[in-house]
């Protein structure tokens, strides 16, 4: 079986540059997840590599399909300098060793909460799942494996996240959308949700 995760490092590197700094972590029972980072103008990017080692697998499947699933690694952006957001590292290593530890396949529109301030006073807790193909495109991978997607990472406040599970994803990018709001502002505050 192929190492994809030279595959993805490539793709990562062809599309953000070379990573200016990476970390790694390994949660008991799991294999090890880096977090890589890379510094463009006044953009700071996370992307997480280790996520797409091994597909996700539904947790209704009586048994782990090790070619077929979906396969994801994640991509945060935030403006650099406002905040100490390399201290994200951690929870993003936590985010994306979520498909091993509790069984779940992370899908655009989704929420994924790590039940602490994403950095140090940080306003966010969670974030909902882009839609991949922006920023990196899809990484095709030989058949039956499915494509790697990457996944961009849009940090939710809690009263934005709890008007989500409401209202829904799309409507909450609406509301996002409409009104400006800058989602790589480290500090920004919660979009009106009345």
């Not at 510094?39 to 399909?65: C, F, I, K, N, W």
């Not at 140090?120 to 039956?144: C, K, M």
């Not at 996944?151 to 599970?165: F, G, I, Q, S, V």
Request: proline share 10%.
């Amino acid at each position: 079986m192929v190492d994809v995760l030279p595959l993805v490092e490539a793709r990562l590197t062809t599309a953000l540059g070379e990573p200016d700094a990476r970390a790694a972590v390994t949660f008991l029972g799991t294999d090890r997840i880096e977090v890589l980072r890379f510094q463009e103008g006044d953009v700071v990017r996370y992307a997480t590599l280790g996520m797409s080692q091994h597909p996700m697998t539904d947790p209704a499947a009586l048994l782990a399909d090790p070619v077929k699933g979906p396969r994801a690694e994640l991509v945060l952006s935030v403006r650099a300098g406002l905040a100490d957001t390399d201290k994200v590292l951690r929870p993003l290593a936590v985010l994306a060793a979520t498909p091993q530890v509790e069984g779940l396949v992370v899908t655009p529109g989704a929420s994924l909460d790590v039940g602490e301030p994403l950095w140090p006073g940080a306003p966010f807790t969670s974030v909902l799942v882009g839609e991949p193909g922006g920023l990196v495109e899809d990484l095709e991978l030989d058949a039956p494996m499915d494509p790697v997607r990457f996944l961009p990472l849009l940090p939710m406040t809690p009263n934005e996240a709890a008007w989500k599970r409401v209202h829904g994803a799309q409507a909450l990018q609406e509301r996002w959308l409409a009104n400006g709001t800058d989602l790589r502002d480290p500090a920004r505050t919660s979009v009106p949700l009345d």
